[in-house]
């Protein structure tokens, strides 16, 4: 990337498109501390980002991925990723805001089920709704949504949209896609 310059501003959102290697994810990466900019800055809330560490940073952002690893564990830990001292009932709101909440019900232990390696007892759209309620839970100012519906079927691309409708409120949203 050379000569890029842009300000975001709180409850904005703001698209990045284009081809494969056109820098979104440098962008991204930059944005998330992964690495330093060779010139230039960037500011988070007033700070220089070579001031700022990485805890202060991450904990000001959520992600939803569209490759949606999850960790061989519980829903509930999954969902509470992230999020020191949430409590089943934080965690249940989150679900349910996510439009996760009915199919987590139905699983054996409810929200103590667990998901297997890398989340393999769950459907794509049922991964991507358990990493939105984890966003709707941590509530970072920014959210970060990278191709975060491009790999779902019709149905479950219309549930994942109306729980990102509900995350996106009063944040910083930064998408990103390969097309418009």
Known sequence: ??????????????????????????????????????????????????????AFIRNNISLVFQENELFSSTIRENVAYGTKGATRKAIIDALKLANAYEFVMKLPKGIDSDVGERGVRLSGGQKQRIQIARAILKNAPILI??????????????????????LMKNKLVIIIAHRF
């Open 1 to 54: 990337l050379d000569d890029v310059s842009f300000s975001l501003k709180p409850k904005e959102m703001a698209a990045l498109v284009g081809h494969s290697g056109a820098g979104k994810s440098t962008i991204i990466n930059l944005i998330l501390k992964f690495y330093e900019p060779t010139s230039g800055g960037i500011l988070l809330k007033g700070k220089k980002y070579n001031e700022c560490n990485h």
């Open 145 to 166: 949504l990278d191709e975060a519906t491009s790999s779902l079927d019709a149905k479950s691309e219309k549930d994942v949209q109306d729980a990102l409708e509900e």
